[in-house]
Nanobody, 125 residues
């Protein structure tokens, strides 16, 4: 069992920035692919970014590429999502999630084994 806790969500204006953080309990964090998955009302969950256990490989959804950056600090058991140039369509609940299978950096939402509680990001015009 892995416990994940997100923070950093909130209300931001269009074009603004936010940084989400996710801290994992335990030391097995270093063996997991970590992802940020968002769900907006009326939409399916989507992986917006993922990072391999070592941090050497990343994935970004086309909708966020160039605007979002995922990173991890394994010494702190923490993964981050830096978001810039935010758009209203980025409004969603953002979940931090861990995937025990690390063969591919991208896997769908159903492949993630552990999930945080989610943090709301609202982008307002």
């Amino acid at each position: 069992q892995v416990q994940l806790v997100e923070s950093g969500g909130g209300l931001v204006q269009v074009g603004g920035s936010l940084r989400l953080s996710c801290t994992a309990a335990g030391r097995t964090f270093t063996s997991y692919t970590m992802g940020w998955i968002r769900q907006a009302p009326g939409k399916e969950r989507a992986v917006v970014a993922a990072i391999s256990p070592s941090g050497g490989s990343t994935y970004y959804a086309d909708s966020v590429k160039g605007r979002f950056t995922i990173s991890r600090d394994n010494a702190k058991n923490t993964v981050y999502l830096q978001m810039i140039s935010l758009k209203p369509e980025d409004t969603a609940v953002y979940y931090c999630a861990a995937d025990r299978n690390s063969g591919s950096v991208y896997r769908g939402p159903g492949s993630y084994d552990y999930w945080g509680q989610g943090t709301q990001v609202t982008v307002s015009s």
